[in-house]
T-cell receptor, first 112, second 111 residues
Framework: QKEVEQNSGPLSVPEGAIASLNCTYSDRGSQSFFWYRQYSGKSPELIMSIYSNGDKEDGRFTAQLNKASQYVSLLIRDSQPSDSATYLCAVNRGNYGQNFVFGPGTRLSVLP | DAGITQSPRHKVTETGTPVTLRCHQTENHRYMYWYRQDPGHGLRLIHYSYGVKDTDKGEVSDGYSVSRSKTEDFLLTLESATSSQTSVYFC??????????FGPGTRLTVL
């Protein structure tokens, strides 16, 4: 079992719809969770961090964390074509340097 | 965004030559990282640093070495480049919240 898993996609949604991206992780000791957006040919860009169970909202983005189920998700409301990118889930298992693990990413395509 | 720059941004080299990639940050972050990103493999950690002169290996460290003589600079060296090291290399730093921020990347081609 990989440490951080995501559906590779592509996930296609129509413009204006809600895009739902999911991530599961295997280490129950994981402490913090991150979503990155990566456009083709660009570097990953941090869009959301979440540290405790529940929802965290930032504009059109909502991150949801359920530590009991070892599940973290990202919802994008009112999806725009500019949201088309690969979304990387990352998990920090602790405070040491190599405990930051990335998932393989989900490619999102928002259709006009 | 963390102020992170990488140089060079693109490089083409030949098998067997040494290559050094540079990462420079202006955020005074203690932790710095080197990743490579390849299709089908995602981001893989090569080496990281937790302070000046303090470094450790990551998942794919074979064939790579690093040095950190100043807080702001983290160098990645390929002692003798091979075609399997053709990749996009990202440097990252980590803040006190554990968030990582990435540089723009270096596209390296080894012929």
């Amino acid at each position: 079992q990989k440490e951080v898993e995501q559906n590779s996609g592509p996930l296609s949604v129509p413009e204006g719809a809600i895009a739902s991206l999911n991530c599961t992780y295997s280490d129950r000791g994981s402490q913090s969770f991150f979503w990155y957006r990566q456009y083709s040919g660009k570097s990953p860009e941090l869009i959301m961090s979440i540290y405790s169970n529940g929802d965290k909202e930032d504009g059109r983005f909502t991150a949801q964390l359920n530590k009991a189920s070892q599940y973290v998700s990202l919802l994008i409301r009112d999806s725009q074509p500019s949201d088309s990118a690969t979304y990387l889930c990352a998990v920090n298992r602790g405070n040491y340097g190599q405990n930051f693990v990335f998932g393989p990413g989900t490619r999102l395509s928002v259709l006009p | 965004d963390a102020g992170i720059t990488q140089s060079p941004r693109h490089k083409v080299t030949e098998t067997g030559t040494p290559v050094t990639l540079r990462c420079h940050q202006t955020e005074n972050h203690r932790y710095m990282y080197w990743y490579r990103q390849d299709p089908g493999h995602g981001l893989r950690l090569i080496h990281y640093s937790y302070g000046v002169k303090d470094t450790d290996k990551g998942e794919v460290s074979d064939g790579y070495s690093v040095s950190r003589s100043k807080t702001e600079d983290f160098l990645l060296t390929l002692e003798s480049a091979t075609s399997s090291q053709t990749s996009v290399y990202f440097c990252a730093t980590r803040d006190s919240w554990g968030e990582q921020f990435f540089g723009p990347g270096t596209r390296l081609t080894v012929l």
